[in-house]
């Protein structure tokens, strides 16, 4: 019989293109990560992976189930959540950086609570880490990967990049970047804390790397004042894209160096051990990755 911990195991083997990560991913072995993949194909009669040192790929008859594979998954998913919508109760404590928090997320948490509304949120909105082994947060919501390994990380958008962008005020003004090199010359908004500066862009082309070094006349350890400031014609920003993609679309902000690629800046679910990780945080997460995708 068919087991849909082996489609879930497919299914993000062909999202990671590696065993070894969806072990990771999942904490289990890269064994038992084989070996659901070989389960499944032997049900199916019929191999769905082709299996490299590096990578994975997807056999013709890997390309024609998968989509049934995804379908499956989100079916039980919201059959789950029909289950055990209105029996999750209890409070989440959540951290978020301020400009998330503030522009994206509050429309989400919004709409989590009304389908789990026996919850009670608690949000803080902070650009820095927060302190989870002092019991005061349950779980953060940070960009990149926390400085604490011994904290697990669990994804909510794995190919979140930085936009470089300015106001059309701005670029009317004191012209648009054409190269990284081309920054020294402008007043670049940067991110500043207690003991980091965020003072180097980095960007790619082809197989190469720009690494810049930027300054600016007003620096913020906010990152939501960081946009407002740029939004108002004062300057370049490099921010996450979830960030500033409503001022894009509006209008507000011109996306620049188009022909570069942008560091990369995913979004997770933070959380001190794995045990943390219980109901309510299961169906946040769930909920998040949903109403986050592109």
Known sequence: MMKFFDVRIFVLACELKNLSAVAR??????AATSAAVKRLEAELNTRL????????????????????ALKALKNLDI??????????KGSITLSVPSDLGRN???????????YHPDINLKVKLSDKYADFYSQTVDVGLRYGEPEDSALVCLPILRNAVRELCASPDYLTRYGTPKTPEDLVKHNCLHFYSDDMLNSHWRFFKDTSTVSVKVSGNHLSDDGDYLRLLAVKGMGIV??????????????????LLP??????????MVVAHRKSFDNNLVALREFLVEALKP
Do not use: H, W
């Not at 991913?25 to 890269?30: A, D, K, N, R, V």
């Not at 490099?238 to 996306?255: F, H, M, N, P, Q």
């Open 25 to 30: 991913e999942l904490s289990i072995t890269p």
């Open 49 to 68: 992976l082709q299996r490299s040192t590096r990578s994975l790929t997807l056999t013709q008859s890997g390309r024609n189930f998968l989509p049934y």
């Open 79 to 88: 059959g789950k959540r029909a289950v055990l919508g209105d029996k999750l």
């Open 104 to 114: 994206t997320l509050l429309s989400c948490l919004m709409d989590f609570q009304l």
């Open 238 to 255: 490099y921010k996450t894209c979830l960030d500033v993609r409503e001022d894009i679309a509006a209008g507000r902000l011109v996306s």
């Open 259 to 268: 022909d570069y690629r942008k560091e990369k800046s995913p979004l997770n």
